[in-house]
């Protein structure tokens, strides 16, 4: 129940049409946290881990169909298909609804629907925005509930603002034959059946923090992005904060969290976010970052002690896995654990290798951000964190090198808008093929991209004090395969030339494509790498970027007449540059 009448009347009318036998608001308590997970235990639909080893922590097995996005079943629905753009599926918002409204009718039948009220950013931010999402998944309340402020004190702002983006959600049949998430960015709704997964079914993040979010940030003058946000203080006290982009599964968990090698003395680093930043210039012509999210919903497979050990402690309690194995003892398992072993694989079967991994590729653990022993107590600051830089990356085994600056801001938006990267498992589809991902907001730029370029460059003359752009490849491999840069921990090597780089404490080497580091400026100390390896991390071969730069300029004119004129005139200055 609500006062805002706006809402209350499509509560009632969402209810009216999907027929549960109850509806509950959520009031964002931990009790009602618990009673939530007790009520999936009895279900079956939640099971509960070794108590003793992880307290607090359960496991949940989806449908075997529904372990990832799916884009291809993704729509942007508006008037006119340009809006949308080529980067977006397309529907007319009246064909959208008639399809949706259809598939909803009488889906709750039987089922209890949950109203939460959530906002993404801290409560008291002006920076933060407001949704709704009413679900007839208890997996997604407790999720919502480790991933967001949801709940009372949502409800109260979202009475006082008035506004609110509304999500509507049903696992429906979760038949893959009927699964949508379609948005409508002119009504600041989401329409999503079919699927409990994660960024299918949590509509606070993709859906809400980035597609949703990236239209009204356009119109408001933001930028809502698929960034991380961390902040990296010096021996010497002095603390930087980075946002950076990289497609999904490329590691951005395990960056925001980063454990400082033993031969960097003195560093610490804090975590903001993980996935979502909004960026603000605020009234100093400042770059701000806040987080909207206040939980991680990171993949589980490959962390461990040695990769993020931050996050191997974090998920030790109070955390909710999804799709990973178990062992005899019934503890979680996935490959790249180090200790245990797998008795039974993430569909509930006796585990055989026969059958493939034990846990799914893209098996996920959800836990509140304040579980991180990295945790930034800034990530609750109203006003966020002033951003130095900011860094863009992708999974490349060849081309790309470690890093490098781009020459200006407008050129920072061609190096973002020319991300490529492999496909991992977050997305249903073949992995491990190239594929452009600019600013690694591919699956998640809710119009089209030509204009979210524009967006990008009207930047350039509102700030004055705009960070620094960066790209960086963790993943250059040998042709044989093996990979150049330890990568982890050693990250922070890199980190720390970008940072000197903002602080004009460093030179660097001009190249058509950047600011290449001198190998010398990167800091090897205790580092077990071959000078030809560095010599290869900190070049450019210029066949391949020719072949790239011509690739990226096909790329941006298959985006016609939107595309921004000043991005072409980079594309085609470096395109000369390299000749
Ligand atoms: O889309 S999810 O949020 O479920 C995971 C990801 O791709 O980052
Ligand atoms: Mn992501």
Known sequence: MTKLSTLQAWVDQVAGHTLPDAIHWCDGSDAEYQQMIDQMLADGSMSKLNQEKYPNCYLHRSDPTDVARVEHLTFVCTDNPEDAGPNNNWMTPSEGHAKMDALFAGCMKGRTMYVIPYCMGPVDSPYSRCGVEITDSPYVVVNMKLMTRMGKNALQRIE?????????????????????????PDELSIKSIGSGYGGNALLGKKCHALRIASFQARQEGWLAEHMLIVGLESPEGETHYIACAFPSACGKTNLAMLIPPDSLPGWKVWTLGDDIAWLHLDDDGLLRAINPESGYFGVVPGTNEQTNKNAADMIKHDTIFTNVAVTADNEPWWEGKTDGEPAIDWQGRKYDPANGKAAQANSRFTVAAQNNPSYSSLADAPEGVPISAIVFGGRRKELAPLVYEAKSWEHGVLVGAGVASETTAANVGEVGIVRRDPMAMKPFCGYNFADYWSHWLSFADRGNKL?????????????????????????????????????????????????????????????????????????????????EMASIGEYLESYGDRLPEALRKQQKAIAAALN
């Open 467 to 547: 960070p620094k752009i960066f790209h960086v490849n963790w993943f250059r491999q040998t042709p044989e395969g093996k990979f150049l840069w330890p990568g982890f921990g050693d990250n922070l090597r890199v980190l720390e030339w970008i940072i000197d780089r903002c602080e004009n404490r460093v030179d660097a080497v001009e190249t058509p494509i950047g600011y290449l580091p001198n190998p010398a400026d990167i800091n090897t100390t205790d580092l077990n790498i071959s000078a030809e390896a560095l010599t290869a991390l900190t070049s450019i071969d210029r066949g391949q970027w020719r072949a």
């Open 160 to 184: 006082k603002d008035g506004t609110f983006v509304k999500g509507l959600h049903s696992t429906g049949d979760l038949s893959p034959d009927r699964r949508f998430i379609m948005h409508f």
